[in-house]
């Protein structure tokens, strides 16, 4: 158990590692920028979201309001540094459901949750749920794609 446990740290700390060599090899930069959601609420929305994405990433994050890891997985977010140049959208699952399954079905993305989706030009190129999701992912991966 404690060699379980040990890898399990190690694999974190190489993670965050990469993550830091990444991004400074990129020349990342994170502002303080307060996370200001957009919360989607109807189809239009999500069309236009889609329109957008043409010029700046977009990313939806799925929340479940019955759900702790989806309370500490936004939480997570909105502590973090944002990226100036993506736009974030906040859908309630619970109320909005079948838009919800919308979002999954035009994306071809399973549904999880929490789950952040980062879409460019109409299409998710990066989507993680649970406790994988990381500001710091979706920066790296919003440059590369």
């Not at 994050?61 to 019955?66: F, I």
């Amino acid at each position: 158990m404690r060699g379980l446990i040990s890898g399990f740290f190690l694999c974190l700390s190489l993670r965050h590692w990469f993550l830091f060599a990444l991004c400074k090899e990129q020349t990342l930069h994170l502002k303080s920028v307060i996370m200001n959601w957009n919360v989607l609420t109807t189809e239009a929305q999500l069309t236009e979201l889609l329109e957008k994405s043409k010029v700046n990433p977009q990313v939806i994050y799925k929340h479940s309001t019955r759900c702790g890891t989806s309370s500490m997985i936004k939480n997570r977010l909105e502590r973090g540094p944002v990226p100036p140049e993506i736009d974030f959208h906040f859908i309630d699952l619970i109320t909005y459901r079948a838009l919800s399954n919308k979002i999954a079905e035009d994306l071809g993305v399973r549904h999880e949750s929490p789950q952040v989706l980062l879409i460019r030009n109409g299409e998710c190129v990066y989507h993680e749920s649970h406790y994988a999701v990381y500001m710091e992912d979706i920066a790296a991966r919003s440059m590369r794609a």
